[in-house]
């Protein structure tokens, strides 16, 4: 019962939001979700084109921080339509981690719960990128019923840990994606 009061709190706090994903923005709310970057991040203008429903739709979202010293990262919010639940999920992004580059490594990968009480994969990988450095990304991949969400942080490996990706991600809030939307 106490998932549900707080569904329908946060699906209104969603609502109250509604000029909240315009540009410059430091957060993106739809019906489903929830999520405010942290201080200090700035969000990306992304271009919005259609897309066919077989093709993969793009970011919903994007933050950027520039730390100096050429410790650039990324907040990238993914949200595609996904029918196979959420084992089958983290288990499908976890494979596409492993396809991304010959050089992966994955770090982490275990079931949690947002702050919020949804179920949750962590998952963490470096790797090889094609200019020779290594990459950290650290995601929460999440099923809210009808789509597949993948809030991920990205950087250099090297310049941040798994204890401040979680927290830059902290504040990622999901509930059942409402029916007949």
């Not at 991040?41 to 100096?68: M, N, Y």
């Not at 090889?128 to 019923?145: M, N, T």
Request: net charge negative; hydrophobic share 40%.
């Amino acid at each position: 019962m106490k998932l549900r009061t707080l569904a329908l709190v946060l699906l209104a706090a969603f609502w109250a939001a509604a000029g909240a994903n315009a540009a410059g923005s430091p957060r993106y709310d739809d019906p489903g979700m929830s999520y405010q970057a942290p201080a200090g991040w700035q969000r990306v203008d992304l271009p919005q084109t259609e897309s066919a429903p077989d093709e993969r739709r793009p970011p919903a979202a994007a933050f950027s921080k520039d730390f100096g010293k050429g410790d650039r990262r990324a907040i990238v919010v993914d949200i595609q339509p996904y029918d196979g639940g959420l084992e089958r999920l983290a288990n499908d992004k976890d494979e596409e981690l492993r396809r991304g580059s010959d050089d992966t490594r994955i770090t982490a990968h275990e079931r949690t719960a947002l702050a919020d009480g949804m179920p949750a994969y962590w998952l963490c990988a470096d790797q090889g990128s094609e200019l020779g450095s290594l990459v950290r990304r650290c995601e929460y991949v999440v099923f809210d019923g009808q789509r597949s969400i993948v809030v991920t942080y990205v950087g250099r490996q090297g310049y941040f840990d798994e204890k401040e990706a979680r927290s830059a991600l902290a504040s990622l809030y999901v509930v059942l994606y409402p029916a007949g939307r």
